[in-house]
C-alpha cells in the first residue's frame, strides 16, 4: 500500500532546491509554491543560503523531519541521502527525479536496488526514479508546466513516460479535460502503475475520480493489474489505457500455429478486453475517449447529429455507421413540428442540418425535440463553428446549458478552433468538452460504448478429473508430450478426440491393417510443422499405400512414428492456448488448417473463458456466416464449439504447467466437433 506521505505530506523537502526555474529543482519549488502547497516546505542545497524566502539548508543533517521527499541530485549520492531520510528524519515518501539507474546501464540498476532496499527498510513509498513527480489535490510535485487545472471529478492519469504525460496535459487543456491526480512512475523501482491501481481501488469511494487514464510501457505483475483493474471498473469507474511497446518485433519465435500468432500484442488485448479497459493507440485517441467518459452516460447507440455544416456531418454518420453506431432517420409527426421552426431548406431527418445561418434558439429548440420527443433518439451531437463572419457566444451558451439540463448526453464538436478561439475558450471555462474533429470523436465514441464488461475472473469451478490430469502432468517431463498422453489429456477434458494409432514399426503397422477401415490419415510425428516437410498424406485408400506412404514418412528429417487416424470430413476449426511470463494464459479461436496463419482470422481470451465469452469469441470471428452455413453448405454447431473452448479452459487452470497447446485441425459438422491434431508443450 502506498504510504500516505507521498499521497498527503504535511512537509516536504526538495533535495537540490533551487531558485533556478530551468533546473528540476528549481522549478518543482516553483511549482509548489504557486499551487499553494499548504504544508511545510524545506529546501536543500550545500551551495545556497536562502531559496524563495524559504528554509533551505546546507547540511542534511539539520533538516527537520520531513514526511516527503523529493529528489533531483545526482545519483550517486542519492543512496546515502535516502538513508539518512529514513534513519534521521523519519522520511516515508520519496520522489527521484534524477536518472543513472536502471535505464542506464547494470551499475544504475544495482544503486537502484539499493535504493528500494532502504525504502522498504523504513517501511517508505518511492515514486520513480527518472520521472517527473506526481500531482494532485494535495500539492504539485512535478518539475514541469503546464500543471493542469485540477477538479476532485476530472481524471486520474498514471503515466511510465513523464515526457508522454506532458504532452498529454498539454492536449488535454485546449478539450477542456480536467485532472484529479497525475502519477508519472519511471522506473517504478518500486511501484509502478499496478500499485497505484491498488491504491485508487482500496480508497476509492463516491467522491473519487470515476475516469481513470493509463500510459503503459510494461506491467510487471498483469495479475495484479486485472485484480484491480476489474474491481475499479465494478465500483462505477470507466478505464482507457495505451500500452506502448507490444509489436509484433518483440515476438520470440515459437514453435506452434499459437505460438507464432500470440504476439505479446495478443496477451495486452486478451488482458484489457477480460478488465474491460478501452484500448486506445494514441495521445489524442485517449483524449477523446476519456472527453467522452467524462460526459452523462447514454442509454443507447442512437445518435442524432445536429449541425451546420453538411460535410462534418456526413463524415461522421460514416463512422458511426461503420462501427455499429446508429444515426436512426427521424421522420415522426413531432419531427414536421420541428421543420416548420426552422429555415427553408433545413433537414430533421437526422442528420439535423438547420444551415449556415442557423440560429441559437433553433438549435435550442431542435436539443429539445432531441430529448423529449425523438424516442429513438439516445444521445446528441452538436458539430458547429463558424466562418468567421459573427461571433457564436449565444450558440455556445445554449449548448453550455443544455448539457447540464439534459438527461441525454450531448457530445460538443467545435471544429473553429481559430475563428471562435474566445467563444471555446469561454465554452471550456464553463467546465465543458469541446472536441474538435468530428472524425476522430466518432472513433473514440464508438470505441466507448463498444467495449466489453469486465469478464469473471475467479473459477471456482473443480474440475471433475483433476486427479487424473494431473497425474499426467506430473510424470511428463518438460517438452512436448506424446501423442497419446495429449490425446488422453483433451479426453479427460471432455474434447472429443478422433481414433488414433501411433506406429513405429513395420511389423506394428501389420497388425493395425487388421483393425483400421479406409480411407485413412497418415502423419508423421516430430517435426513440428508437419504439412511444411510433407508430412500429411491424406485419402489413404488401400494397404499398399499405408505401406508407401510409412516407408516415405520415416525418412523424413526428425521423424520419430507415423500417426494414422480414419479420414474425417467437416469444416476445419482452431484452437489452442499459450501462457506468456506473468500473464494468465489466452485461449485463441478461428479457422484452422493450414491457413490458419494466413488468414488469422481469430479471436483471443484470457483464462477462465466461460462458455458464453467463448461464444462471443466465435460470434466475432469474420468466418462467422461460414460457420453458420453458406451456399447450401451445412453450418456447424457453434454452441460445441464454445464448449471446446470453455473446456480448454479449464484444463489450463486444471495443469498450469501447459505452456503451449494447439488443436489444429478440429472438425465441425452441424452436430459434432472432433479434434484431429494436438500439440501440447509442458514447462514446469
Not at 545556497?48 to 545526482?74: G, Q, W
Not at 430533421?348 to 423529449?372: K, W
Not at 489466452?586 to 462458455?611: C, N, R
Request: include cysteine.
Amino acid at each position: 500500500m502506498i504510504h500516505k506521505s507521498l499521497i498527503n505530506p504535511k512537509s516536504i523537502a526538495v533535495i537540490g532546491g533551487s531558485d533556478n526555474i530551468h533546473s528540476p529543482g528549481g522549478r518543482v519549488l516553483q511549482n509548489l509554491i504557486e499551487h499553494q502547497f499548504k504544508g511545510d516546505l524545506y529546501v536543500v542545497n550545500p551551495k545556497k543560503e536562502n531559496v524563495y524566502d524559504l528554509p533551505t539548508y546546507r547540511d542534511l543533517t539539520l533538516l527537520p523531519d520531513a514526511d516527503l521527499a523529493i529528489i533531483a541530485i545526482a545519483a550517486k549520492y542519492i543512496p546515502e541521502t535516502i538513508k539518512i531520510l529514513t534513519h534521521k528524519k523519519n522520511t516515508r515518501g520519496f520522489i527521484i527525479f534524477s536518472a543513472g539507474f536502471s535505464e542506464k546501464d547494470s551499475e544504475g540498476a544495482m544503486l537502484e536496488k539499493k535504493i528500494v532496499q532502504l525504502i522498504n527498510e523504513a517501511g517508505g513509498t518511492l515514486l520513480g526514479p527518472n520521472n517527473i513527480g506526481l500531482i494532485n489535490q494535495n500539492y504539485a510535485g512535478v518539475f514541469t508546466t503546464p500543471i493542469p487545472k485540477l477538479d476532485p471529478e476530472g481524471v486520474d492519469f498514471i503515466s511510465g513516460s513523464g515526457a508522454t504525460a506532458v504532452f498529454i496535459i498539454e492536449a488535454a487543456q485546449s478539450f477542456g479535460l480536467t485532472f484529479s491526480s497525475v502519477y508519472t512512475v519511471g522506473n517504478s523501482a518500486q511501484i509502478g502503475v499496478e500499485e497505484v491501481l491498488e491504491y485508487f481501488d482500496l480508497t476509492h469511494n463516491q467522491n473519487n475520480s470515476k475516469v481513470k487514464l493509463l500510459y503503459i510501457e510494461s506491467i510487471k505483475n498483469p495479475e495484479k493489474f486485472l485484480k484491480h483493474t476489474c474491481s475499479l471498473i465494478g465500483k462505477g469507474c470507466r478505464i482507457a489505457a495505451i500500452k506502448a511497446g507490444s509489436s509484433e518485433a518483440g515476438n520470440r519465435a515459437a514453435s506452434s500455429h499459437t505460438g507464432a500468432m500470440a504476439s505479446p500484442d495478443i496477451f495486452v488485448e486478451a488482458l484489457f478486453k477480460k478488465a474491460g479497459i478501452i484500448r486506445c493507440y494514441g495521445r489524442n485517441e485517449l483524449i477523446n475517449v476519456a472527453g467522452i467518459l467524462q460526459q452523462k452516460e447514454s442509454k443507447g447507440k442512437n445518435i442524432a447529429i445536429i449541425t451546420h455544416a453538411g460535410g462534418p456531418a456526413v463524415m461522421l454518420t460514416d463512422v458511426l455507421s461503420k462501427y455499429g453506431l446508429s444515426v436512426p432517420s427521424i421522420s415522426d409527426k413531432a419531427s414536421k413540428e420541428l421543420l416548420k421552426q426552422l429555415y427553408n431548406g433545413s433537414s430533421v431527418r437526422n442528420p439535423i442540418d438547420f444551415l449556415a445561418t442557423g440560429t441559437s434558439e433553433q438549435l435550442e429548440s431542435i436539443i429539445d425535440y432531441c430529448e423529449h420527443q425523438f424516442d429513438n433518439i439516445d444521445a446528441m451531437v452538436v458539430i458547429f463553428g463558424s466562418p468567421g463572419l459573427s461571433s457564436v457566444f449565444d450558440v455556445y451558451e445554449v449548448l453550455h446549458q443544455k448539457i447540464k439540463t439534459c438527461a441525454k448526453p450531448i457530445y460538443p464538436v467545435l471544429p473553429s478552433v481559430i475563428n471562435v478561439k474566445e467563444e471555446i475558450t469561454e465554452f471550456i471555462g464553463k467546465g465543458n468538452i469541446a472536441f474538435n474533429d468530428e472524425v476522430n470523436f466518432g472513433k473514440a465514441l464508438a470505441k466507448v460504448y463498444n467495449c466489453t464488461e469486465p469478464k469473471e475472473s475467479i473459477n471456482n469451478v473443480k474440475h471433475p478429473n483433476l486427479k487424473k490430469i494431473r497425474g499426467i502432468i506430473d510424470r511428463s517431463e518438460n517438452g512436448y508430450l506424446s501423442p497419446e498422453k495429449a490425446k488422453e489429456l483433451l479426453t479427460l477434458t471432455g474434447i472429443t478426440f478422433a481414433d488414433q494409432w501411433v506406429i513405429n514399426n513395420k511389423e506394428t503397422l501389420d497388425d493395425l491393417t487388421k483393425q483400421i477401415s479406409f480411407p485413412v490419415v497418415q502423419k508423421v510425428v516430430g517435426p513440428l510443422h508437419k504439412s511444411d516437410t510433407g508430412g500429411v498424406i491424406l485419402n489413404v485408400k488401400n494397404k499398399e499405400e499405408l505401406y508407401n506412404n510409412f516407408d516415405q514418412l520415416m525418412e523424413i528429417e526428425g521423424a520419430e512414428s507415423v500417426l494414422i487416424q480414419p479420414m474425417l470430413q467437416g469444416i476445419e476449426l482452431f484452437t489452442g492456448a499459450k501462457r506468456e511470463a506473468g500473464y494468465p494464459p489466452i485461449i485463441l479461436a478461428g479457422l484452422g488448417g493450414i491457413f490458419v496463419e494466413i488468414l488469422k482470422d481469430i479471436e483471443s481470451a484470457m483464462v477462465p473463458v466461460s462458455k458464453e465469452e467463448a461464444l462471443q469469441m466465435i460470434l466475432k470471428l469474420k468466418a462467422l456466416p461460414v460457420l453458420k452455413g453458406i451456399r447450401g453448405q451445412k453450418g456447424i454447431d457453434l454452441d460445441k464449439f464454445a464448449e471446446v473452448i470453455s473446456r480448454l479452459s479449464d484444463l489450463l487452470e486444471a495443469a498450469p504447467e501447459i505452456s503451449e497447446l494447439d488443436i489444429n485441425p478440429l472438425l465441425a459438422t452441424e452436430d459434432q466437433i472432433t479434434a484431429v491434431d494436438v500439440r501440447i508443450r509442458i514447462e514446469k
